[in-house]
T-cell receptor, first 111, second 115 residues
Framework: GIQVEQSPPDLILQEGANSTLRCNFS?????LQWFHQNPWGQLINLFY???GTKQNGRLSATTVATERYSLLYISSSQTTDSGVYFC?????????????FGQGTILTVHP | GAGVSQSPSNKVTEKGKDVELRCDPI?????LYWYRQSLGQGLEFLIY????????KSGLPSDRFSAERTGGSVSTLTIQRTQQEDSAVYLC?????????????FGDGTRLSIL
């Protein structure tokens, strides 16, 4: 099946810093989503982005489907950004509709 | 409802007991998915429903796991004769339909602990 690798595995920032999280995937995808899992375990949708670029406030994401990677940008980080960021993909075909998750990036933002 | 609703939010039970986990998807969503998040395995797919049928059961880890959906809405995931390795957070998601170009929306999960 499709492989999803996220980097870095851990990231520690000072409040106000910017960061880039990366997601590499091993095959073409029909769907790609970025999630933030907060300290209470809730999975929050950030972006549905199988290709192109989207922005939502301090967050933006870019997926280059032909090169099989996606980037999540966090600008002016805040302590509330702490948590785990997951990339998940749907490879289509026999996996149609099934999300395969990366292992996540653990982000800690210090005040 | 406004979001995907799961119950109970926490469940503690003894090894060997059966448990039922419930998921109420977003109103109007025909596709429903179950995932499991455990320390050793990360987030993994279990099963999905389109309407009341479950074409893909490939992710169910053993025959102790089963799921059903009735009326195209609420789904129940049942684990029989629970084992300690079943301890995990069970997450449910829904989307408007099974098409891959629809984002999945997740509930808050059920945290299952097997003693």
């Amino acid at each position: 099946g499709i492989q999803v690798e996220q980097s870095p595995p851990d990231l520690i920032l000072q409040e106000g810093a910017n960061s880039t999280l990366r997601c590499n995937f091993s095959d073409s995808v029909n769907n790609l989503q970025w999630f933030h899992q907060n300290p209470w375990g809730q999975l929050i949708n950030l972006f549905y982005i199988p290709s192109g670029t989207k922005q939502n406030g301090r967050l933006s994401a870019t997926t280059v489907a032909t090169e099989r990677y996606s980037l999540l940008y966090i600008s002016s980080s805040q302590t509330t950004d702490s948590g785990v960021y997951f990339c998940a993909v749907d490879a289509g075909g026999t996996s149609y509709g099934k999300l395969t998750f990366g292992q996540g990036t653990i982000l800690t933002v210090h005040p | 409802g406004a979001g995907v609703s799961q119950s109970p939010s926490n469940k503690v039970t003894e090894k060997g007991k059966d448990v039922e986990l419930r998921c109420d998807p977003i109103s109007g969503h025909t596709a429903l998915y179950w995932y499991r998040q455990s320390l050793g395995q990360g987030l993994e797919f279990l099963i999905y429903f389109q309407g009341n049928s479950a074409p893909d059961k490939s992710g169910l880890p053993s025959d102790r796991f089963s799921a059903e959906r009735t009326g195209g809405s609420v789904s129940t995931l049942t684990i029989q004769r629970t084992q300690q390795e079943d301890s995990a957070v069970y997450l449910c998601a829904s989307s408007p339909d099974r098409a891959s170009n629809q984002p999945q929306h997740f509930g808050d999960g059920t945290r299952l602990s097997i003693l």
